[in-house]
């Protein structure tokens, strides 16, 4: 069936890391105070899976390494990947820039579909598990960890849709028995800035919230790939071409809209202390010739809280158009930047009055006087606070905030795609599974779960089709 999204029942780049050069490009939550370091079993050494090796899998050993010193030693001693040449490509990027913690002979580098249960046999219960493969794969791959009792970082999104994101919640509850250490990569949350600020505004420092809005204006994020019979890649089965291609389809990555802008969403529904009720957005698509991903260009929707107070969010993959990307808070007393502009570095201030230029209030890290003092990466402070709970048997577990933020994106990215309001409880009790199928894909030759057109496109988003299958 070629599927989009759901037909709803009626009355809801992060880390870029050079493998060839062996550079990385590393940035630079917790609800509450940042945790101190604190040495714990410093002598201990901790072995690490690595599951999916493109630049976010990769990038995260490297932010695990630079937070490990006060905790532990890590090993990196076993890679998965479906492509042979993405395992080769991390592992030569990583040993040249973190020789030490490597131990990944050619028998610990798996390929396949069920590589990750071969990487992950070889660890011990209590060792660590990074998922960094399109977010379809996230469930089962988390099934397995727990069987394992294997502490876990999994990237965000959690989850594209309803059914994985009870489902994950489900095996989850199981993970909290067994006292598992899980860290979900909204990295947001875990920045001393933004800290800081949350803890501010909760203080009544911009008075009563009136609305937020989040921006992700770029220029385009993605090339996105030819049709497949006209590339490089016309000989590699469908399904292999959608998964290295996994941004541009819904069911594995929940597109552009899921996949970059959770982070923007995620921190202002943070600040504001709640998740939203419900959704209206619009979108378009445009210049886009014969180029086949399911995403929209452009997005914009209205996420209501309980309280009826509102986040507006702004997106757009376009070149030559206006950019920002940021995010900002106005209240009664105030006005809050809280991320941007110009990306994932916090830069957190308050204003007295309703913009950026009205006089300052606070800035992060301007106390004392002098210059400001700059914020650690929250790349590597999400590691800090994972390995401070492994090591010192912490409580840790951010699968529940994960989903819920994997659902309210969502949420906005149905909205927009449908061309109605999109509920909350919609969203995740939805009964279309865009992943149906997944635990049945045994190598490369298996059925996707999204089937291409005769002409070798996909189906794309038609907002007011209610009514046809998508």
Not at 43 to 51: D, M, P
Not at 166 to 187: D, F, P, Q
Not at 220 to 238: H, V
Not at 407 to 412: D, P
Request: aromatic letters at 8%.
């Amino acid at each position: 069936m070629n599927q989009i999204q759901p037909n709803l029942p009626s009355p809801l780049s992060r880390r870029q890391f050079l493998g060839t050069s062996g550079k990385a490009a590393i940035g630079g939550a917790l609800a509450g105070m940042v945790l101190p370091h604190v040495h714990g079993q410093s002598g201990s050494t901790k072995k690490i899976a690595l599951i999916g090796c493109g630049g976010r899998g990769t990038g995260a050993v490297a932010n695990a390494i630079g937070a490990s010193r006060p905790y532990c030693q890590l090993k990196l001693h076993s890679m998965a990947d479906v492509f042979d040449w993405r395992v080769k490509q991390s592992h030569k990027g990583l040993s040249a820039k973190y020789a030490a913690q490597m131990d990944v002979p050619e028998d610990r580098q798996f390929v396949g579909f069920d590589s990750y249960k071969k990487a992950m046999d070889t660890l011990d219960a209590g060792d660590i598990a990074i998922f960094a493969s399109p977010c379809a794969f996230r469930r089962p791959h988390y099934e397995y960890a727990i069987q394992k009792k294997l502490n876990v970082f999994m990237e965000k999104p959690v989850t594209p849709d309803g059914p994985s994101s009870k489902r994950i919640l489900a095996a989850n509850e199981e993970a909290k028995k067994l006292n598992l250490k899980v860290g979900v990569g909204l990295m947001c949350r875990h920045s001393e800035a933004r800290i800081e600020l949350k803890d501010r505004i909760d203080n009544g420092e911009l008075g009563e919230l009136l609305y937020l809005k989040a921006v992700r204006m770029q220029g385009r994020l993605i090339g996105w790939d030819k049709r497949k019979q006209e590339t490089k890649d016309k000989d590699i089965s469908d399904l292999l071409y959608q998964i290295k291609n996994f941004h541009g389809f819904l069911w594995l990555s929940g597109g552009v809209y899921s996949d970059f802008n959770i982070h923007n969403i995620d921190e202002c529904c943070w600040m504001k202390g709640m998740w939203p009720v419900k959704a209206m957005g619009l979108g378009g698509r445009h210049y886009r010739g014969d180029e086949i991903d399911q995403n929209l260009d452009s997005y914009s929707v209205e996420y209501t809280f309980p309280d009826d107070t509102k986040l507006y969010f702004q997106g757009r993959s376009m070149n030559k158009c206006y950019q920002e990307f940021a995010s900002h808070a106005n209240g009664t007393k105030g006005y809050a930047l809280i991320s941007g502009p110009g990306g994932h570095a916090s830069q957190a201030r308050i204003h007295k009055g309703q913009g950026p230029k009205s006089d300052l209030a606070w800035m992060f890290g301007t106390e004392g006087g002098g210059r400001p003092r700059r914020e650690n990466s929250a790349y590597v402070d999400e590691w800090d606070h994972l390995l401070d709970a492994i090591v010192n048997d912490k409580p840790y577990n951010e699968v529940e905030r994960g989903v819920a933020a994997s659902v309210v994106t969502s949420m906005g990215r149905m909205a927009s795609h449908v061309g109605r309001e999109v509920t909350y409880d919609e969203m995740l009790n939805c009964s279309h599974d865009f992943c149906a199928g997944i635990d049945d894909i045994v190598d490369g030759d298996s059925p996707s779960p999204l089937l291409a057109n005769a002409d070798g496109s996909y189906a794309i988003p038609q907002p007011g089709q209610l009514g046809t299958e998508y």
